[in-house]
Structures are given as C-alpha cells and as structure tokens.
C-alpha cells in the first residue's frame, strides 16, 4: 500500500471515528420506550441531533476532502447526494422540532419554561446552522465531483474518433 493510499484510508476512518460521538447519544436514548409519534421522544431525539451536529459535519467534510483530494469522483458526487438528503432530513427535523417546542411549552411548568425555552431556541439555531452548512457541503460536493475528470480504465480500450 502506497503512502497515498494509506493517508487517503487514515482519512476516512477519522471521518468514521467523528461519527461516533454523533450517533452514541442516539443510540442512547434507544433505552428509553421509542415511540415516533411521541412528543417529548421526538424532541429530545431532535435536540440531540441537532446539538451534536458539529460531529457530522466535521466527519462529511474530511470524507470529501480525502475523495476530492484522491480525486475519486465518485466517492465525492456520492457524499454529495448523501449530504444533501441529510440536509433536507435536517429542514424536516427542524420543522417538527419547533411545532414541538410550541407543543411542549405548554406543558412545561412555569419554574422551568424559561430554560427549555431557551435551549429549545439553541438547538433550532444550531440545526439551522447545520442545515446551511450541509446544502453548502452538497452543493459543493456536486460541483467538485462534476468538475473531477472520470478516472480512465488501465487496460480499456481507447475511442477513437
């Protein structure tokens, strides 16, 4: 294996090690009774997401950088379509995340309102943030992978015109 290589593979499994500490918390709550329709579930899963978003990021942005450095289109036109799915996950998860701070608020008592106010606005500026970033990441991935040249075949017959 060349040093090239290697570097490109240590790469990538930091990007996989950077997921780690996005999913555990998710997992995590996996002990509790998992209902989607939930309210309180659904928001606490939301937040947990959304506050450990930085985790995500980091990782899909060293992924596409080893791809675009090793310069396999593929790989980057791929992690430009998972991005942007990601993303769009992101805007609906933002959406229910606020119709059920809204929910919630209500029943929250008064002593603590201020605080979960407080961090439920956090959470939805830091999914928002995260959204911004991972359209800009899709977007970028897509343009850096069309503008990568398709890797020719050793060995593959040439087209002659």
């Known amino acids: 294996m060349t040093r090239e290589q290697l570097s490109g593979w240590a790469g990538y499994l ?3 090690a950077l997921l780690g500490p996005f999913i555990a918390p998710i997992v ?6 998992i209902t989607a329709g ?3 579930w659904r928001f606490g899963l939301l937040g ?3 506050n450990s978003a930085g985790y995500l990021l980091l990782a899909v942005l060293i992924a596409g950088l080893v791809a675009a450095a090793r310069r396999q289109r593929g790989v980057v036109l791929l992690l430009g379509l998972l991005t ?3 993303a769009l996950l992101f805007l609906g998860g933002l959406g229910l995340f606020a119709l059920d701070a809204l929910q919630l608020r209500q029943m929250i008592p008064e002593s603590i309102r201020g605080t979960v106010t ?3 606005v956090q959470s939805l500026g ?5 959204f911004l970033v991972l ?3 899709a977007l970028s991935f897509l343009r850096a992978g069309r503008a990568l040249a398709p890797r020719s075949r050793p060995g593959a017959p040439a087209i002659i015109r």
């Open 14 to 16: 930091v990007s996989a």
């Open 28 to 33: 995590g709550i996996g002990d509790e009774v």
């Open 38 to 40: 939930s309210l309180r």
């Open 48 to 50: 947990i997401v959304f």
């Open 84 to 86: 942007g799915v990601i």
């Open 118 to 120: 407080v961090r439920s």
């Open 126 to 130: 830091i999914g928002g943030l995260a």
């Open 135 to 137: 359209i800009t990441m």
